[in-house]
């Protein structure tokens, strides 16, 4: 990589360990006035994926001579989390921001500069993929606490998801059989 990039690349990989870091204790403040099991469940399984993608980003930093121990959390994202008094407020917080997350690796994932070393594109992928699955226990875990409406006028009223074609066997109609 050329220094440019490297520039590039570094910035994004040291606010997204940014936002990790301040997501763990977002994720921490919610489990204080002991939320639905359900709830509390979720959110150790999320600090945990949080700091295991920590140690990630960290030792791939480390590994191209950047030290990045002792960052500032993101204050705007703790004021945000500081305002969410309830649990379907906080659940909220947490599903959007799992769903920036997600589509931030997809972004990253298609840009040329952040996947031209192998090492960082393997780590980009896993990282996402870590993300869509919390993602999806997020969702999974709201429906079972009952925020099911939320979850589906989020989907009314956000970008539409995508839905397999007619003729795949895991979601439509089965192909005509041939005779």
């Known amino acids: 990589m050329d220094n440019t990039s490297d520039s590039i690349v ?23 006035p002991e939320p639905h099991p359900e709830a509390v469940r979720l959110l150790h399984a999320l600090i945990d994926a949080q700091q295991f993608a920590i140690v990630l980003l960290t030792g791939y930093l480390q590994d191209v001579g950047v030290a990045a121990q002792g960052l500032p959390l993101v204050q705007r994202l703790l004021e945000h989390a500081s305002s969410r008094k309830d649990l379907w407020s906080r659940m909220r917080f947490v599903h959007h921001g799992l769903s920036k997350a997600a589509s931030w690796y997809q972004e990253q994932l298609k840009d040329g500069q952040m996947t031209a070393d192998p090492k960082l594109r393997q780590l980009l992928f896993e990282l996402g993929e870590r993300e869509a699955a919390s993602l999806w226990r997020t969702e999974a875990t709201m429906v079972v606490i009952g925020m099911r409406r939320e979850l589906e006028s989020k989907e009314r009223t956000g970008s539409p998801r995508p839905r397999p074609d007619r003729g795949d066997r895991w979601g439509g109609e089965r192909p005509a059989i041939q005779r």
């Open 10 to 32: 570094v910035k994004r990989l040291v606010r997204n360990l940014r936002y990790r870091q301040t997501y763990i204790q977002a994720f921490g403040s919610f489990l204080q």
